[in-house]
């Protein structure tokens, strides 16, 4: 049962435009969100995260917003840049601490055209 | 910086094979994962382990084991490998929610 999930597998935005890539979750004692990003044959990098607490959480070009209530969340890149292409995974987690599991989507593939 | 080394980019084996995975980190973080990447089901992990000589199983353990003997050194072994286990392999460690990632071991499995 996939937890917390990444429906479009994949999306393409014109360099300039705005990318929202989004995410949802099924279990309501996630409390922490993170977007990591990944390029081939390398690992995920950490991007950008929001705790329950906030509803939006910025950070440059990339903006996360939550909303509890249906339980979904969004990343926006604004303006998006040719070099933001790549896998870009969600992930939630009960509470803050590092025991806690991290679940991740399954991803969505960003191209982001010249 | 943290940094999460891999032992290898890539590797080929053979179906039977005992594979082995390591991976080391330079933070002292007491958290250490595994996960697999596979296209459409994303990172799922299969063990982890918060001490030295303590591991604890994830969603998908079967056909994996682990080794924590030291704190900085994370082993993920593959019994006999099966052209199911074909996939990336990526190792972590934490600090509070944030995952540090190697840069990921891509195994094939003929």
């Known amino acids: 049962d996939q937890q917390v999930k990444q429906n479009s597998p994949s999306l393409s935005v014109q360099e300039g435009r705005i990318s929202i890539l989004n995410c949802d979750y099924t279990?309501?004692?996630?409390?922490?969100f993170l977007w990591y990003k990944k390029y081939p044959a390398e690992g995920p990098t950490f991007l950008i995260s929001?705790?329950?607490?906030?509803d939006k959480n910025e950070d440059g070009r990339f903006t996360v917003f939550l909303n509890k209530s249906a339980k979904h969340l969004s990343l926006h890149i604004v303006p998006s840049q040719p070099g933001d292409s790549a896998v870009y995974f969600c992930?939630?987690?009960?509470?803050?601490?590092?025991?806690?599991?991290?679940?991740f989507g399954t991803g969505t593939l960003l191209a982001v055209q010249p | 910086d943290v940094k999460v080394t891999q032992s290898s980019r890539y590797l080929v084996k053979r179906t039977g094979e005992k594979v082995f995975l390591e991976c080391v980190q330079d933070?002292?973080?007491?958290?250490m994962f595994w996960y697999r990447q596979d296209p459409g089901l994303g990172l799922r992990l299969i063990y982890f382990?918060?001490?030295?000589?303590?591991?604890e199983k994830g969603d998908i353990p079967e056909g994996y084991s682990v080794s924590r003997e030291k704190k900085e050194r994370f082993s993920l072994i593959l019994e006999s490998a099966s052209t199911n286990q074909t996939s990336m392999y990526l190792c972590?460690?934490?600090?509070?929610?944030?995952?540090?990632f190697g840069q990921g071991t891509r195994l094939t499995v003929v």
């Open positions: 933070m002292d973080h007491e958290n």
């Open positions: 382990s918060y001490d030295v000589k303590m591991k």
């Open positions: 972590a460690t934490r600090r509070n929610t944030e995952a540090f």
């Open positions: 992930a939630a987690s009960e509470g803050s601490g590092a025991t806690n599991k991290l679940i």
């Open positions: 929001i705790s329950s607490i906030k």
């Open positions: 279990n309501s004692m996630f409390d922490y």
